[in-house]
T-cell receptor, first 113, second 113 residues
Framework: ETGVTQSPTHLIKTRGQQVTLRCSSQ?????VSWYQQALGQGPQFIFQ???????GRGNFPPRFSGLQFPNYSSELNVNALELDDSALYLC????????????FGPGTRLTVT | AQSVSQHNHHVILSEAASLELGCNYS??????LFWYVQYPGQHLQLLLK??????LVKGIKGFEAEFIKSKFSFNLRKPSVQWSDTAEYFC???????????FGKGTKLSVKP
């Protein structure tokens, strides 16, 4: 059974640029959630995708967008990067959209300078 | 809005000491409760979960947690900690129609050998 994988591991971008982060869900999981974990904080929910549709969104601006593909892998896109976007971005997959445990990937560390 | 509070930011214990980490949540409906652990340099891993039934749940590595509905609490315990338990511990709650987890800010546990 393959776990959740994310790429890249680390990324350095300049303010105003755009970034795409990628996630492959665990085998058999059809739901992917994205979280932002700032330093010293717990993960904060960005949005969730289920069967290629957005299924819920946290308190993040529209410049945070995503996609889910037919194989259930997912992308997180962030436009017009700001310094405060520097964080660890976590992807989690699960069997269903509600209530079940989520399995997390190792994360992508994004630094915006 | 739902929230999760973890009472301790940083806990320092000696090996063999007992551990209790507090977690309180604010949500009046049915909840699923989780404790996740993040070892240094590793991704978030599920320690234990509560969905229903016996309010005392046992997880991996000798950890257990007790759900007290009247107190909106889900405290994590371990009778005797080891140096290898050094990690950050996150309490998380799912409640409601959407699939996202709400995390506390985390408690960093340092165990002295």
């Amino acid at each position: 059974e393959t776990g959740v994988t994310q790429s890249p591991t680390h990324l350095i971008k300049t303010r105003g640029q755009q970034v795409t982060l990628r996630c492959s869900s665990q085998s058999g999981h059809n739901t992917v959630s994205w979280y932002q974990q700032a330093l010293g904080q717990g993960p904060q929910f960005i949005f969730q995708y289920y069967r290629e549709e957005e299924n819920g969104r946290g308190n993040f601006p529209p410049r945070f967008s995503g996609l889910q593909f037919p194989n259930y892998s997912s992308e997180l896109n962030v436009n017009a990067l700001e310094l405060d976007d520097s964080a660890l971005y976590l992807c989690a997959s699960s069997w269903t959209v509600t209530g079940n445990e989520q399995y997390f990937g190792p994360g992508t560390r994004l630094t915006v300078t | 809005a739902q929230s999760v509070s973890q009472h301790n930011h940083h806990v320092i214990l000696s090996e063999a000491a007992s551990l209790e980490l507090g977690c309180n949540y604010s949500y009046g409906g049915t909840v699923n409760l989780f404790w996740y652990v993040q070892y240094p340099g590793q991704h978030l891993q599920l320690l234990l979960k509560y969905f229903s039934g016996d309010p005392l749940v046992k997880g991996i590595k000798g950890f257990e947690a007790e759900f007290i509905k009247s107190k909106f609490s889900f405290n994590l315990r371990k009778p005797s900690v080891q140096w290898s338990d050094t990690a950050e511990y996150f309490c998380a709650v799912w409640g409601g129609s959407q699939g996202n987890l709400i995390f506390g800010k985390g408690t960093k546990l340092s165990v002295k050998p």
